[in-house]
C-alpha cells in the first residue's frame, strides 16, 4: 500500500511511501491466510483504514470471486430488472 508523507511532518524529515509495511500478525494467522490463498480465487481485500497512536490500521477480508455461472445469473437478474423498470416508467408515463 502506497502512504503518502504526513504534511505537517517535519521538512527534513526522509520519507519512502513505497518501503514495505510490516504486517502485525501472529505466525499462526500469517500461515492460516497463506493457506487459504493458496487456492484459486481467494484474495485478501481492505475492509477498513483508519489511524491509531501514530500508526495507520487496515481491517482486511478474505473473499473468494463468483463462479462463472453464478456471475451470468446476476447478469440476468440485472437485465430483468431494468426492463421491469423501463416497463413500469412507459405505464407511468401513459397515465
Known amino acids: ?6 504534511k505537517q511532518a ?7 511511501e513505497n518501503r514495505d509495511k510490516k504486517l502485525l500478525l501472529n505466525k499462526i494467522e500469517i500461515k492460516r491466510i497463506e493457506k487459504m490463498l493458496q487456492s484459486n480465487g481467494i484474495t485478501i481485500i481492505p475492509l477498513e483504514i483508519f489511524t491509531f497512536n501514530n500508526k495507520i490500521k487496515i481491517k482486511i477480508g478474505i473473499a473468494k ?17 431494468r426492463d421491469t ?4 416508467n412507459k405505464i407511468n408515463k401513459f397515465f
Open 1 to 6: 500500500m502506497k502512504i503518502s508523507k504526513y
Open 85 to 88: 423498470k423501463s416497463q413500469l
Open 65 to 81: 470471486g463468483k463462479k462463472l455461472w453464478n456471475k451470468k445469473e446476476s447478469i440476468k437478474e440485472r437485465d430483468i430488472d
Open 10 to 16: 517535519h521538512p527534513v524529515e526522509e520519507f519512502n
